[in-house]
């Protein structure tokens, strides 16, 4: 079964606590990508990697980091840094950066 | 700065009916334009990709226009079905930024029985 998976389907934090949501992806696709989604509002872009090793913030890293150990897999941390964190993460792969998009079913975080 | 605008924000039809959404982009240089569907809390998979080049594409029930020139697409949905009731995404590729992307903010379609 193909595809690009994220985990878990929901998330709760507590204040001041780190969380990690997973991304992993069997379409041995190089350029993988974290975005947010808040109510009426369009996808906003927190980190990319275009390869494995290599990542780039985007318009919203604040408060977020982000790991490329494995070509297959791309989690991200929110840190207790980030004031604001409830919203629907999305995550996502392409074969090479900046071609057509591949998401997730991605994870709700909500905040204890 | 880049921006994508979709109208209407909301639509409700009847199932069986037509309807025609709208996506204006001031982005440049254009690389691509796509159309997502995302079904409540799920992720956007991709409908359509048009290029310059490209007029009209279809998908099924789903037939995309693009005109490069007034900087328009739509996204027309034949007799439609209950199953259509989601979002649809425009998004435009310049090639440049990030991602290359920009993501409009949506037009939330329902589909009454």
């Known amino acids: 079964d193909g595809g690009i998976t994220q985990s878990p389907k929901y998330l709760f934090r507590k204040e001041g606590q780190n969380v990690t949501l997973s991304c992993e992806q069997n379409?041995?696709?190089?350029?993988m990508y974290w975005y947010r989604q808040d109510p009426g509002q369009g996808l906003r872009l927190i980190y990319y990697?275009?390869?494995?090793?290599?990542?780039q913030k985007g318009d919203i890293a604040e408060g977020y980091s982000v790991s490329r150990e494995k070509k297959e897999s791309f989690p991200l941390t929110v840190t207790s840094a980030q004031k604001n964190p409830t919203a629907f993460y999305l995550c996502?792969?392409?074969?090479?950066?900046?071609?057509?998009?591949?998401f997730g079913p991605g994870t709700r975080l909500l905040v204890l | 700065k880049n921006q994508v605008e979709q109208s209407p924000q909301s639509l409700i039809i009847l199932e069986g009916k037509n309807c025609t959404l709208q996506?204006?982009?001031?982005?440049?240089?254009?690389?691509?334009l796509r159309w997502y569907k995302q079904d409540t809390g799920r992720g956007p998979v991709s409908l359509t990709i048009?290029?310059?080049?490209?007029n009209t594409k279809s998908n099924g029930r789903y037939t995309a226009t693009l005109d490069a020139d007034t900087k328009q697409s739509s996204l027309h949905i034949t007799a439609s079905q209950l199953s259509d009731s989601a979002s649809y995404i425009c998004?435009?590729?310049?090639?440049?930024?990030?991602?290359?992307?920009?993501f409009g903010k949506g037009t939330h379609l329902i589909i009454q029985p």
């Open positions: 996502a792969s392409s074969v090479r950066a900046r071609e057509t998009q591949y």
């Open positions: 379409l041995n696709h190089d350029a």
């Open positions: 990697s275009q390869i494995v090793n290599d990542f």
């Open positions: 996506c204006n982009y001031t982005v440049s240089p254009f690389s691509n």
């Open positions: 048009m290029t310059f080049s490209e």
């Open positions: 998004v435009v590729s310049s090639g440049g930024g990030a991602d290359g992307l920009t």
